[in-house]
């Protein structure tokens, strides 16, 4: 199905300024009861879903870094080889901001569209020596080979659930619920409950650079956030850890569907992803009070 955010092209994102863009049409299906699940991009999510709607199901995490794909002229380089003044595309503030500041010597504009469009645009133009986008989307059409450069999260930390897919289900549906449960991944769904908690006490919509790089590593999230002023210039950033290693309990019981920032999974251990949404908010709750003072 195409959604309004696949038809408006010429226009930025942070000025249509509605988070649900790419997903609102296909909740009313589900709704509707014409579909009975919906495969998103988890970033393209809001953290707090409609009534009614839930995530059941984070798939294994693609790499969620972004990135740079050149026009073929220059090929073989790097951001930090490449001409002053050369223009990059990319429609994120949060890319931007990150870049900005790193290579102050290149310019960055806004690019539009889906993939196809972004990379016909840089290759049949001469506007974009490069363009920047997310390696998982790039690895999933099986266009890996226009990858020239992995932007490490030092260069560019991602956006919040970048790289992973989430289906999205009716939270009354129990039978699809149990069904699509089954492609849950773990560490991914702890690591996207602490990025969207983070995400969602910040207010974070398109229009402010939120970023973050999350690790999970012998029972303990690092959790690591960033907030930037739109051109670079300032920026927020800090790391926090706590402990995910709990057993899995089994409670059934009133509270066997909780969500956690929309996120149903009864088979990760619950205290688990308590802990991974409190260190989201708890990080947040530092920057906010950084950017108070």
């Given at each position: 199905?195409?959604?309004?955010?696949?038809?408006?092209?010429?226009t930025?994102?942070?000025?249509?300024?509605?988070?649900?863009l790419?997903?609102?049409?296909?909740?009313?299906?589900?709704e509707?009861?014409?579909?009975?699940?919906?495969?998103?991009?988890l970033?393209d999510?809001?953290?707090?879903?409609?009534?009614?709607?839930?995530?059941?199901a984070?798939?294994?995490?693609?790499?969620?870094l972004?990135?740079?794909?050149?026009?073929?002229?220059?090929?073989?380089?790097?951001?930090?080889?490449?001409?002053?003044?050369?223009?990059?595309?990319?429609?994120?503030?949060?890319?931007?901001?990150?870049?900005?500041?790193?290579?102050?010597?290149?310019?960055?504009?806004?690019?539009?569209?889906?993939?196809?469009?972004r990379?016909?645009?840089?290759?049949e133009?001469?506007?974009?020596?490069?363009?920047?986008?997310?390696?998982?989307?790039?690895?999933?059409?099986?266009?890996?080979?226009?990858?020239?450069?992995?932007?490490?999260?030092e260069?560019?930390?991602?956006?919040?659930?970048?790289?992973?897919?989430?289906?999205e289900?009716?939270?009354?549906?129990?039978e699809?619920?149990?069904?699509?449960?089954?492609?849950?991944?773990?560490?991914?769904?702890?690591?996207?409950i602490?990025?969207?908690?983070?995400?969602?006490?910040?207010?974070?919509?398109?229009?402010?650079?939120v970023?973050?790089?999350?690790?999970?590593?012998?029972?303990?999230?690092?959790?690591?956030?960033?907030?930037?002023?739109?051109?670079?210039?300032?920026?927020?950033?800090?790391t926090?850890?706590?402990?995910?290693?709990?057993?899995?309990?089994n409670?059934?019981?009133?509270?066997?569907?909780?969500?956690?920032?929309?996120?149903?999974?009864?088979?990760?251990?619950?205290?688990?992803?308590?802990?991974?949404?409190?260190?989201?908010?708890?990080?947040?709750?530092?920057?906010?009070?950084?950017?108070?003072?």
């Open positions: 199905m195409s959604t309004i955010g696949d038809k408006i092209l010429d930025a994102l942070s000025k249509i300024g509605e988070k649900s790419f997903t609102k049409e296909l909740e009313n299906a589900l509707r009861n014409e579909v009975d699940l919906v495969v998103h991009s970033k999510l809001p953290t707090s879903l409609p009534p009614g709607f839930t995530i059941g984070v798939c294994k995490r693609e790499n969620p972004d990135a740079v794909v050149f026009h073929p002229k220059n090929c073989g380089k790097t951001l930090g080889l490449l001409p002053e003044k050369s223009v990059i595309g990319t429609s994120s503030l949060r890319r931007a901001a990150q870049l900005k500041k790193k290579f102050p010597q290149l310019e960055f504009r806004d690019i539009r569209g889906n993939l196809n469009t990379l016909k645009k840089l290759d133009k001469e506007d974009f020596s490069a363009i920047i986008l997310a390696a998982a989307g790039l690895k999933r059409m099986g266009w890996e080979n226009r990858i020239g450069q992995l932007l490490s999260p260069d560019c930390l991602y956006a919040v659930g970048q790289g992973a897919l989430a289906v289900v009716r939270a009354k549906d129990q699809i619920l149990n069904m699509v449960s089954a492609l849950h991944d773990a560490d991914t769904v702890l690591c996207c602490a990025e969207r908690a983070f995400m969602k006490r910040l207010e974070g919509g398109c229009s402010v650079p970023a973050v790089n999350t690790m999970l590593k012998d029972g303990q999230l690092y959790l690591t956030g960033a907030v930037y002023s739109l051109d670079g210039s300032d920026s927020l950033k800090e926090m850890q706590t402990s995910v290693n709990y057993p899995q309990q409670e059934d019981g009133p509270n066997d569907d909780v969500q956690h920032v929309g996120i149903t999974a009864k088979n990760v251990p619950a205290q688990a992803q308590e802990a991974a949404e409190n260190l989201g908010v708890e990080l947040a709750s530092l920057l906010l009070s950084l950017l108070t003072h």
